[in-house]
């Protein structure tokens, strides 16, 4: 298929959307053009909604007429549509490790970015008054009134709502600062995580970045201060057009990816079982201990029981030899464990099995 039978492609969302960023990176590196429209009239939501199963955002809208929904998702089937050029590493154990890294920057740094944007009162400031202009200009209320909402409804949703408590708020920026560290080290190395072109990992990370960290007043200073690589790759990535071949990638997983990889394994994974125990007992809320961070009221999210079974079977589809290779890797990292603690998953078919068209599922299960 060429994509010219796609065109227009039309993502929903904002323009300071995590994933909303996310997807629209991943179309610049990929070389697809793309128009960005604003979810702004409850008659657009309602249209978002009835096409895609929820009103999250991105939503993308094929020039065929097709409705896609989750970052994730598309992105795989455009990669297996287009094949070339590929922004997922085709070594089998590069994809792996980096549909790994796409997890975790998905669904374990929202946390401290949604805590940076909405704690500070300079962060929700800006982010109510944009979003008030962007998404909610049609409502007839005052531009403060439409501020405090919005802010209202962000932080009972994804920050203090989704567990973060003021005696917990330095421990959870902690998250944000070792992963600037972390990636810093690698930038000092090379221009992009797996080398000297963009790739999946990029992708994945520019979703905390490019519309959070590297916007929101109070991280963004942070990280021009103590970050400057990462402030320069996230600028980097931004300034991607098509990479005309793959090619010069590393070889294997980079070393200095370990300390990320700890991460996953001492941090992200046990959430996700603690998640997936709160699932199996009906409870949607959850008290969870996770690195040394106390967690109080945490809201469950059956969207991501969905994502450790979709990395199990990532793994699994691995050749032999490779899933040997992995694992060695994984085990070394603290990730084998936490992945496999669960022998059944309580998974929604409702939430996956129409992917990347239609699902049911917000990454919380709130305001649906
Ligand atoms: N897993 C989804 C997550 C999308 C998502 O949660 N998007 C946020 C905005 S960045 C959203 O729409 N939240 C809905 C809400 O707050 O009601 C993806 O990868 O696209």
């Known amino acids: 298929m060429s994509i010219d039978a796609l065109l227009p492609i039309t993502i929903y969302g904002s323009s300071i959307s995590y994933f909303t960023g996310k997807l629209e990176n991943y179309f610049r590196i990929k070389g697809i053009p793309y128009q960005l429209k604003g979810l702004t009239t409850p008659h657009c939501m309602k249209r978002v909604k009835q096409n895609t199963g929820s009103t999250q955002m991105p939503a993308l809208l094929l020039g065929d007429g097709r409705w896609m929904t989750d970052s994730t998702a598309i992105i795989q089937w455009f990669e297996r549509e287009f094949p070339t050029p590929a922004v997922t590493p085709i070594e089998p154990i590069q994809r792996f490790f980096s549909l790994l890294l796409e997890d975790y920057a998905d669904e374990w740094l929202w946390r401290p970015a949604m805590h940076y944007r909405w704690y500070y009162p300079e962060g929700s400031l800006y982010a109510s008054t944009h979003l008030a202009h962007e998404l909610a200009a049609d409502l007839p209320l005052p531009v403060f009134l439409k501020r405090w909402a919005i802010s209202r409804r962000q932080r009972n949703g994804y920050t203090v709502g989704d567990g973060i408590r003021r ?182 078919a409702d939430i996956c099995a129409r992917l990347p068209f239609f699902s049911t599922a917000k990454m919380l299960d709130v305001y649906d």
């Open 167 to 348: 005696d917990q708020v330095p421990r959870v920026e902690a998250i944000f600062h070792r992963t600037l560290e972390q990636l810093e080290a690698i930038f000092r190395q090379r221009p992009f995580l797996l080398g000297a072109v963009p790739s999946l990992a990029d992708v994945a990370f520019s979703g905390p970045f490019y519309r959070h960290f590297c916007l929101d007043p109070v991280p963004a200073q942070i990280v021009r201060q103590q970050a400057p690589g990462v402030w320069e790759w996230s600028a980097r990535l931004a300034n991607c057009t098509r990479q005309s071949e793959l090619g010069i990638l590393l070889e294997g997983i980079p070393a200095d990816w370990g300390p990320i990889l700890n991460e996953v394994g001492q941090h992200y994974l046990p959430y996700l079982c603690e998640n997936i125990d709160a699932v199996k007992k009906g409870h949607q809320r959850f008290d969870a201990e996770i690195g040394g961070v106390l967690y109080r009221g945490a809201r469950w999210s059956k969207y991501r029981v969905w994502c450790l079974q979709r990395l199990r079977e990532e793994y699994t589809a691995l050749p032999e030899q490779d899933q040997q290779l992995a694992r060695s890797l994984l085990e070394q990292h603290s990730c084998w464990e936490p992945m496999w603690r669960h022998k059944q998953l309580p998974v929604d």
